[in-house]
């Protein structure tokens, strides 16, 4: 089993910034893929961003050159930088953890809500 554990959601005003983060802690193969989605009420939940354990990136293009997802080395910890934030950014944000063996975790969520 995996979990996650996510941080840094909160209120922030259009322009501003905010920093996700999260743990995974179990059984992690050393190949594995960890990522950020987001989901509004009735729409289905999207990719963010996501990187491989060997730093290979993928961005949503709505969030290219205002979001930056980064990993530590020694862990299973991710970090998603978000700037220039927009009121359409405004949702819940999941860690996801994709392992070695294909199975998929979770997290709990974190809101983010960017308003004026």
């Known amino acids: 089993q995996v979990q996650l554990v996510e941080s840094g959601g909160g209120l922030v005003k259009p322009g501003g910034s905010l920093r996700l983060s999260c743990e995974a802690t179990?059984?992690?193969?050393?190949?594995?893929?960890m990522g950020w989605y987001r989901q509004t009420a009735g729409a289905q939940r999207e990719l963010v961003a996501d990187?491989?354990?060997?730093?290979?990136?993928t961005y949503a293009d709505s969030v290219k050159g205002r979001f930056s997802i980064t990993r530590l080395n020694s862990g299973h910890t991710i970090y998603l930088q978000m700037n220039n934030l927009k009121p359409e950014d405004t949702a819940v944000y999941y860690c996801k953890l994709r392992n070695g063996d294909s199975s998929e975790y979770w997290g709990q969520g974190t809101q983010v809500t960017v308003f004026s």
């Open positions: 179990g059984s992690i193969f050393r190949q594995n893929t």
């Open positions: 990187i491989t354990r060997v730093g290979m990136r």
